[in-house]
T-cell receptor
Framework: DGGITQSPKYLFRKEGQNVTLSCEQN?????MYWYRQDPGQGLRLIYY???????QKGDIAEGYSVSREKKESFPLTVTSAQKNPTAFYLC????????????FGPGTRLTVT | DQQVKQNSPSLSVQEGRISILNCDYT??????FLWYKKYPAEGPTFLIS?????DKNEDGRFTVFLNKSAKHLSLHIVPSQPGDSAVYFC?????????????FGKGTKLSVIP
């Protein structure tokens, strides 16, 4: 069954710690994305990757880092530099550029205390 | 500056009636618009889209209308069903090779009352 998996669904961390969120897709999509959703807010783009070994900053990249070593995987690291890391994080993928529909994973709720 | 605005945070509709969700945009370069539906603690799922060369697109119970001069689009759901209760996000993009970004509105929470 093709799709996008994000793990874990809920993640708790202490302030000052880096944390990595997993995103895997088996849709054979070239492009992958990370969004952040806060209560009452829309989805804001953190990073996106058009192709393996390439990625671009989105609107709110500060305090985050990504890697794209494999087509299937696009992990997001929330660093201690991110001032307000508690949020719902969504990963998405698409065949290509924004001409194509983005498919979303189920999300990871990160809570930092 | 919010380029895609959904000014109604919530909407309640009786089952069987029409739901109308509105979206306004400010960037005249946007030429493709999408609606996503999101249940709590899940990722959004694509619902329907419309290109700026059209003013209407229909898919079953869902119809999206685009008024380019007013920079306004709306999603109509007829008839509304309890399973339609979710948050609906409007999104827009500027087409072109290498254009990857979608700009999302803040969403409207639809509650369909049985």
């Amino acid at each position: 069954d093709g799709g996008i998996t994000q793990s874990p669904k809920y993640l708790f961390r202490k302030e000052g710690q880096n944390v990595t969120l997993s995103c895997e897709q088996n849709l054979n999509h070239d492009a992958m994305y990370w969004y952040r959703q806060d209560p009452g807010q829309g989805l804001r783009l953190i990073y996106y990757s058009q192709i393996v070994n390439d990625f671009q900053k989105g609107d709110i990249a500060e305090g985050y880092s990504v890697s794209r070593e494999k087509k299937e995987s696009f992990p997001l690291t929330v660093t201690s530099a991110q001032k307000n890391p508690t949020a719902f994080y969504l990963c998405a993928s698409s065949i290509g550029d924004s001409s194509y529909e983005q498919y979303f994973g189920p999300g990871t709720r990160l809570t930092v205390t | 500056d919010q380029q895609v605005k959904q000014n109604s945070p919530s909407l309640s509709v009786q089952e069987g009636r029409i739901s109308i969700l509105n979206c306004d945009y400010t960037n005249s370069m946007f030429d493709y618009f999408l609606w996503y539906k999101k249940y709590p603690a899940e990722g959004p799922t694509f619902l329907i889209s419309i290109s700026s060369i059209k003013d209407k697109n229909e898919d079953g119970r869902f119809t999206v209308f685009l008024n380019k001069s007013a920079k306004h689009l709306s999603l109509h759901i007829v008839p509304s069903q309890p399973g339609d209760s979710a948050v609906y996000f409007c999104a827009a993009r500027i087409s072109g090779a290498g254009s990857y970004q979608l700009t999302f509105g803040k969403g409207t929470k639809l509650s369909v009352i049985p």
